[in-house]
């Protein structure tokens, strides 16, 4: 929601600011009664959020910069500087309205993409960005925008403390953070669907139960800084990366402004707002100048600013809204679960399969609530943003289903009588839901797309040379636009390159690394060495940061000397190289060359912020020009 009002969080301002709030509920639950709110049409509509990149497929932060090129008032700010949105306009679900989006869509990004190119990037649909890295969530990297801003600093006073996140998968990510710019990394295709508001109930809580056969489909974000988590990391990330809630000094059960659901609705919709509004205070509000049941006993239709700003601020999964299209009033949902990415057309067979889904609704899916637990449906929910297409759910009828066979037995006929009741031409059902049904068939998406081809190029390079690689080569198939399902997947020899200056040290330094402490015996070194059969160990303090380096050549001429036959008295300090050369891990691969030949070394220790992140060692270098045809 866009906001021109001045923000404000001061208490007495905020009083005043609730009265507004509950007197747009009030409004709503009026204009809902009196049947004011629009029930002849179904519009749809879609947000896409997206990364800008330089050369090396990392973040720029240039995002104002393109948008004041780009004077299109469809693009707006995300979170970090790195990152833009779009946001299509609304389109009656009928005819040939998805092949509209679709076009509409690339002709967007193709904008943004000519725009970027002049400043040296591009823009990339993905997620989480694959390289993306500690040091481009810093908090100088948040856009320069007065709502931004201000919510970062609110969501920083509510924490307290720092952001804590621990999500495992195939690797562990454990880190804090002292902002919630860790949301940045997440970038979404967040979809709109109009609802009748006699059927928003049962929508509401049918959206909650499909979302986990949905997100299983469409999962496209497993790596988050090097580390392979979640089919669908983001759903983890986001829930944890705004989450300002301190369990130590509030031990009863409250509720993150990241979540799934709590309760299924029962009567109305007016009960969710009454729920947030009970389960959340307001952290920031605005003097919207306007008197909702003023307006409305006025005969005017009121614009509920407030709670169109409250509601911004609490992100669950499936959110309903409220706005006013051609001077009606609409309720509709939005659905904030599937990832940018990996194109244009996969995201459009993300949302025709959805919109279908909601459109076309059978009574087998009405009254949940009476028949299956809410806890149930979040369960499936969060295994499904693990699995992917691997999920196996418990479904109405209680039973263990496979997450194919629920697509394409039960959901996928749902969607297409769905989108044929809507009037979609059926070319358009068949090409979008086709893909929908062979990326189900194949099972490869994003994520397995991105797994498989992560895993065949790690058995070769390094980590961080395989996640620059097939974050490249998503690019360059995102190009194209063939679906996901139809790529191949990634091996070294088709990224063979002999320009070793587009490489950073970060992709071929080694960083499973053994490290000795300055006051470790030197027999520990020797035998370090000769059990991994490796010729340099670095060194740290006791603060952890790097003190020098013991080599073989070190302990050659140590015992060779044979300065005493008892070796527990000689410490690893007394012989390491103290102060030994270091280098950035974003350094070019070119770089460190040329610093070990002039320095006639063997290695070089790879060092940030006085931590020592990883060692390039010839060995590495071989390996280097071997991969790349030398």
Known sequence: MKVKETLFTDKENLKIYTQKLLSDVRALEIMLESNL???????VGAEQEMYIVDEKCTPKPIASDIIKELNDSHFTYELAKYNLEINLPPEVLTNNCLHRMEE?????????????????????????LPTIRKKDIDIGNIV???????????????????????????????????SPMFESCNTSFQSHFQVDPGDIVDLYNYSLLISAPLIASAVNSPFLMGKQLWDETRIALFEQAVDTRDREKNPRDITARVFFGKKWLENSVIELFQDNIARFKPIVGADFGEDSMEILENGGIPELKALGLFNGTIWSWMRVCYGITEGKPHLRIENRVLPSGPTVRDEIANAAFWFGMMKGITDRYRGVSDFFEIDQAKENFLKAAQYGLDTKMMWLDN??????????????????????????????????????????????????????SF????????????????????????????????????????????????????????TDLFVLREDDIIDLATDIMNWKHIRHVPVEDENGNIAGMITSTELLNHYS??????????????????????????????DAITIMKEKDIGYLLVVQEGKLVGILTEHDLLNLYTKIGH
């Open 37 to 43: 709110i629009e029930n002849d049409r179904t519009r």
């Open 104 to 128: 509409q869509l690339r002709e967007k990004l193709s904008a943004a993409a000519k725009a970027a190119k002049r400043h040296g990037a591009t823009v990339l649909l993905a997620g989480i």
């Open 144 to 178: 320069e925008n007065d709502r931004y801003l201000l919510l970062c600093n609110i969501l920083n006073e509510l924490c307290d403390s720092e952001y804590n996140l621990h999500i495992t998968g195939v690797d562990e990510f454990s880190d804090t953070h002292d």
């Open 399 to 452: 039973k263990a289903v496979s997450t194919q066979e629920l697509i394409l037995d039960e959901l996928l006929p749902i969607s297409e009588k769905g989108l044929k009741k809507a009037g979609i031409y059926q070319d358009d059902i068949d090409f979008y839901l086709g893909i929908l049904r062979d990326r189900v068939i194949s099972e490869k998406n994003g994520a397995n797309w991105l797994i498989n």
């Open 455 to 510: 895993q065949n190029l790690k058995k070769e390079i390094t980590r961080e040379s395989a996640l620059h690689h097939i974050t490249s080569a998503l690019m360059a198939n995102q190009e194209k636009g063939d679906p996901v399902h139809t790529w191949d997947f990634l091996t070294i020899e088709e990224h063979h390159s002999t320009d070793t200056t587009k490489y950073t040290i970060s992709q071929f330094m080694s």
């Open 561 to 590: 000397r044979k300065i005493s036959e008892d070796s527990t008295n000689i410490l690893v300090k007394d012989l390491m190289t103290r102060d030994p050369l270091t280098i950035g891990p974003e350094r070019p691969i070119s």
